[in-house]
């Protein structure tokens, strides 16, 4: 029953700004992870269901923001000053039993959406 729907990727220079959209079918614990080519997948950012606890992965701390919109049970990854290394598939994840869940709790997924940045 857990829909999310990602949006917002796309191809923008390093230095650039995207702003990424997860539509959700309800009010979960949601994150966001990402899986740079050849890469394994890896968390980016956290945030819990009510909005105000979130935790971001070190790479991405000080550029980008997770926040939501819980009237629309969506979640969004503001991410500025991109670099090239940010490049990858983003994903949105739900996990239904926590606040604030740990990146192993995450057990729904998006469909992903592509970054690419170019240098």
């Known amino acids: 029953q857990v829909q999310l729907v990602e949006s917002g990727g796309g191809l923008v220079q390093a230095g650039g700004s995207l702003r990424l959209s997860c539509a959700a079918s309800g009010r979960y614990a949601l994150g966001w992870f990402r899986q740079a080519p050849g890469k394994e997948r890896e968390w980016v950012a956290l945030i819990s269901r009510s909005g105000t606890g979130t935790v971001y992965t070190d790479s991405v701390k000080g550029r980008f923001t997770i926040s939501r919109d819980n009237a629309k049970n969506t979640v969004y990854l503001q991410m500025n000053s991109l670099k090239t290394e940010d490049t990858g598939v983003y994903y949105c994840?739900?996990?239904?039993?926590?606040?604030?869940?740990?990146?192993?709790?995450?057990?729904?997924w998006g469909q992903g959406t592509q970054v690419t940045v170019s240098s």
């Open positions: 994840a739900a996990s239904l039993y926590t606040d604030l869940a740990l990146p192993h709790e995450y057990n729904y």
